[in-house]
């Protein structure tokens, strides 16, 4: 009796809607209920489920500061690979890029440690002794993350970059990036040798200065990119060799235009040699002295003679003289 007067009050017109809207509501109520008693812990391991940047041993963390710096511009270009690297000392160096720059970035960080090293001994312990390295996977990205306003020069196969600084502190923002060819264009070698002229440039930009002469700063850089490698004249600077050999020795120190452009590697040759004729005509001491005293500023020819007097005991004709005898000598 009780089952046919609910059927008959159910099939009444417009009460069928009624029990049918209050059955929803019990069920979604009931559903809501159930998801508040979850644990807390629920949502953040939804939430962790898929990460966007590796998390494995080893691997830096979605936080760390370094690879925030990069991560909005390397995001679009797909998944971060992102690995710490030990550098000595307790420090670590962040290497970012890829999965299809795996192979650049094995050989990148079996060599971040040494040439850690090897600058510090020749510059000194006062820098970080650790850096962010990143390996771009398409010219866009390579742009983005030298903050150049246009696809890089072809030519270019890593930069260094900073945040604009005051004079009397510390870089912010440093950055090695390679292009995204790098790996393609250089043999192992060449990689690692790169690699140490990009850290140069970052351990050294506290004490250099925006316009100094680029014969110090990239010398210098290509000077400890090469040391105690091993690598012959003749292959760090075949030009040069070549020149000096038939005697056509350079009659002045490498111009800051030439620096670009299709003069470049010879240019930069030339640079390497004459601060490798400073280490080897005097030390490697009075090297890092030169090189502090020229890159604090812009210099021209009155202020570089001055300071190759206080440093050096010899003026700017001198100096260019001694290196041309140790071109001669160094090609016999």
Not at 114 to 136: D, H, N
Not at 275 to 285: G, H, I, M, T
Not at 289 to 300: C, H, N, S, T, V
Request: overall charge neutral; aromatic content about 6%.
């Amino acid at each position: 009796m009780r089952m046919r007067r609910a059927r008959a009050w159910c099939t009444a017109r417009g009460r069928w809607q009624f029990a049918l809207t209050l059955a929803m509501v019990v069920v979604l109520t009931g559903a809501c209920g159930a998801l508040l008693m979850l644990p807390n812990v629920a949502l953040p391991r939804i939430r962790t489920a898929q990460p966007s940047v590796a998390q494995s041993l080893g691997q830096a963390p979605a936080e760390d500061p370094r690879l925030a710096a990069v991560r909005r511009t390397l995001e679009p270009f797909g998944p971060i690979v992102a690995d710490r690297v030990a550098t000595g000392d307790g420090r670590e160096s962040l290497l970012v890029g890829h999965s299809g720059q795996r192979v650049e970035m094995d050989i990148l960080r079996s060599e971040l440690a040494p040439a850690t090293a090897a600058i510090t001994e020749l510059w000194g312990p006062g820098w970080a002794q650790s850096a962010l390295v990143v390996v771009a996977s398409n010219p866009s990205e390579f742009a983005a993350l030298v903050r150049a306003g246009s696809i890089m020069p072809s030519e270019v196969a890593a930069v260094s970059v900073a945040d604009p600084f005051a004079r009397g502190t510390q870089p912010t923002g440093q950055r090695v990036v390679f292009s995204p060819d790098a790996g393609r264009r250089l043999s192992p070698d060449e990689l690692r040798t790169l690699l140490r002229h990009e850290l140069t440039h970052v351990a050294t930009r506290a004490d250099t200065v925006d316009g100094a002469p680029q014969w110090m700063l990239e010398g210098f850089a290509e000077y400890a990119a090469h040391r105690a490698q091993n690598h012959r004249f003749a292959d760090i600077a075949p030009t040069v060799y070549a020149r000096t050999r038939v005697g056509d020795l350079p009659t002045e120190l490498p111009a800051d235009p030439d620096f670009t452009g299709a003069r470049a590697a010879t240019t930069y040759e030339t640079a390497w040699s004459v601060c490798a004729f400073v280490a080897d005509r005097y030390d490697e001491a009075h090297l890092v002295e030169l090189y502090r005293r020229i890159a604090a500023g812009k210099q021209d020819s009155v202020s570089e003679d001055r300071i190759l007097r206080e440093v050096l005991g010899t003026d700017r004709s001198g100096f260019v003289a001694g290196w041309r005898e140790w071109l001669s000598a160094r090609t016999a």
